[in-house]
């Protein structure tokens, strides 16, 4: 059983940046897929940002050049580095990883953004 644990989620002002954490119970080598969904109150979960096992990205077309995915294989660490955020980036942020064509999720932090 893999564990995730978020962090770096925080009320920040329009324009602001956060580094959103996610760090895993075992080696991030052994997963074949990475990354980053978020849920806002009353929408479903969508899909932010994702990094596979050879170092592939993929955004989502609301937040391409602005956040960055990329991992840390010492720190077993998945990072989002989201940078220019606007308030319709307020929502809960999950991190995802699979392994073994199982999904497993983190339990989320929240980031608001607001003046």
């Known amino acids: 059983q893999v564990q995730l644990v978020e962090s770096g989620g925080d009320l920040v002002q329009p324009g602001g940046s956060l580094r959103l954490s996610c760090a895993a119970s075992?080696?991030?080598?052994?997963?074949?897929?990475m990354g980053w969904y978020r849920q806002a109150p009353g929408k479903q979960r969508e899909l932010v940002a994702t990094?596979?096992?050879?170092?592939?990205?993929n955004y989502a077309a609301s937040v391409k050049g602005r956040f960055t995915v990329s991992s840390d294989n010492a720190e077993d660490t998945v990072y989002l580095q989201m940078n220019s955020l606007k308030p319709e980036d307020t929502a809960v942020y999950y991190c995802?990883?699979?392994?073994?064509?199982?999904?497993?999720w983190g339990q989320g932090t929240q980031v608001t953004v607001s003046s």
């Open positions: 995802r990883v699979r392994r073994g064509g199982i999904d497993y």
């Open positions: 075992e080696s991030i080598l052994s997963f074949t897929l």
């Open positions: 990094i596979f096992g050879g170092g592939f990205t």
